[in-house]
Structures are given as C-alpha cells and as structure tokens.
C-alpha cells in the first residue's frame, strides 16, 4: 500500500496518546486513593 | 462498575468497527490514495476535542455562576481530553499533509489557531498548578478557560472564513464541497467513535478529580485538627 509507513505511524502514534493518557489517569487514581487512605489513618489517630 | 464496563465495550466496539470501515469500507480517494484515510481519524479527533472543549467551557461557566466544586472538576477534566484529542490531530495532520502538500506544517490560518488552541490549554493546566488554594485555582482557572474557548471556533471557522492551505470544509461546507455518500457515512460514524471516547475519558478524568476533591477536603480536616 502506497504511503503505508504514514498511515501506520498515525495511527500508532495516535493510539499511543490515547493509551498513555488512560494510564495516567489510571496510576494519579491509584496515587491518589493511597493518600486518602493515608489521611484518613492520620485523622482516625488524631481524634 | 457495570456501567463503566459496558461504556468500555461499546467505545471498543465502536472504535474498532471505525477503524475497519476507513480502511475496508470506503472507496480509494482518487486524487490522494490510501494516505486520505488517515482522515477518518485526524477530523473526527478534531470534532470530539472541539466538543471536550465546548463542555470545558460549560463548565467554567458553571462554575463562575454556581462556585459549585463539580463544575471545576468537569471543566479540568474536559480540557485535558481536549488536549489529548487535539494532540491526535496535531501529529495525524502533519503526517497526512507531508505526502500530499509536499511539507509538514504551514502557518495558514486553521493551522495556526488549532495550534494556539492547544497552547492555550496547556496554559490553562499549567496555570492550575501554580495556584495552591483551591477555590482560588478554580476561579481563576475558569475565567482563563472562558478565555481560551474564544480560540474554538475560530478554528472551525477559519477554513470558512479565509482562503487556507488546509483543505476547505467537506462537511457542512455549503454548496460545492462534500464527501462520496460511503466516505460521508463512515466519516460520521467515525465521529461517534471518538465522541464514545471523549466521553469514557471524560467519565474516568472526572472521577480522578473527585478523588482529588476528596483529598483536598481530607486535608482540610487534618490541617483544622
């Protein structure tokens, strides 16, 4: 297929983004829902 | 989790079905060839970034007016999918245009805007991490998205308004423009597409902020103890 090298890149390139940015929505979720934890021992040892 | 789960499938489904139809489906563009395929996925990333932002900006609105803490959440949110969708559009535009137009990238007016688009966005993330108080970031952050959402449709608009290197609209482009019927249908259920996914992204952007929400009200608590 002529030009196949762009479409491929495009395409990989785009899904790339996607991807990557679905996992860093995922790994701040997860840095996040340890800090709540965090929090919530501290508050729970302070009253 | 099962709402989730089934929104997952169904954006899989669709993306994949889009996917086949731009290579399998529609005919082979005379003039460009195969390369013309690469823009079932460069403008339809185009319209589902353009709509993130429009809900980016019924969100700053919102916020302005009601200091409601959902509507900070939805607007941040809705501008980083913008992003990652204009991003799409940035990188799958200069690849198609290199073959075709013989460049990578000339400043003509759509081009351009979009580019400023996603700069002015990328200062709206930018400007949210600078300020630490909260509600402070919120408002501000509202107002400049208010701001930057001037830049959207002048991007839609410029290849209406003002001659272009960037090909002229084939979608709603008045009299004399449009698209072979397969290669319009494809084209509009590609569309849908990206629009599943901008709203997947957005669901699970949205619930990342309110976990981030709550850390914040956490630390309230902890620092008033």
Redesign the interface.
């Known amino acids: ?4 090298d ?2 491929f ?3 990989v ?2 899904w790339a ?2 991807f990557g ?2 996992l860093s ?1 995922g790994k ?2 997860s840095s ?2 340890t ?2 934890e965090q ?2 021992n ?2 729970s040892r ?1 009253k | 989790m099962a709402k989730r789960a089934i929104l997952g499938l169904v954006t899989l489904g669709l993306v994949v079905a889009a ?1 086949f139809a731009s290579f399998y489906v529609v005919p082979m563009e005379r003039t460009m ?3 013309q ?2 823009f079932y ?2 403008a339809a ?1 185009a319209w589902a970034g353009m709509t993130a932002f429009f809900v980016c900006f019924f969100g700053n609105l919102l916020y302005v007016w009601r200091r409601q803490p959902k509507w900070d959440w939805l607007g941040i949110s809705a501008a ?2 913008g992003l ?1 969708f204009t ?2 559009v940035l ?2 535009g200069p ?2 245009a ?2 075709v137009w013989g460049i990578w990238w000339t400043w003509d007016w759509r081009l351009t805007s979009t580019f400023v688009m996603w700069l002015l966005y990328v200062s709206y993330l930018l400007l949210r991490t600078l300020i630490a108080e909260p509600d402070r970031r919120a408002l501000l952050s509202a107002f400049f998205g208010i701001f930057a959402f001037l830049d959207v449709p002048l991007v839609y608009f410029s290849i209406r308004w003002w001659r272009t290197q960037h090909p002229q609209p084939v979608v709603m482009g008045g009299p004399g423009s449009g698209l072979e019927p397969t290669m319009r249908k494809v084209f509009f259920f590609s569309v849908l597409a990206m629009h599943a ?1 901008m709203v997947l ?1 957005l669901s ?2 949205y ?2 902020e309110k ?2 929400g ?2 914040d009200d ?2 309230r ?2 620092e008033a ?1």
Do not use: C, D
Request: avoid cysteine; charge should be positive.
């Open positions: 297929m002529k030009n196949f762009s479409i890149a495009a395409y390139l785009g983004v996607f940015f679905y929505i701040r979720a996040l829902r800090e709540i929090l919530k501290s508050l302070g | 996917a060839g195969p390369i395929r690469i996925f460069h990333s980083e999918v990652a991003t799409i990188i799958t690849i198609w290199h073959p996914l992204l699970e952007r619930r990342l976990l981030r709550e850390v956490l630390r608590e902890a103890q």
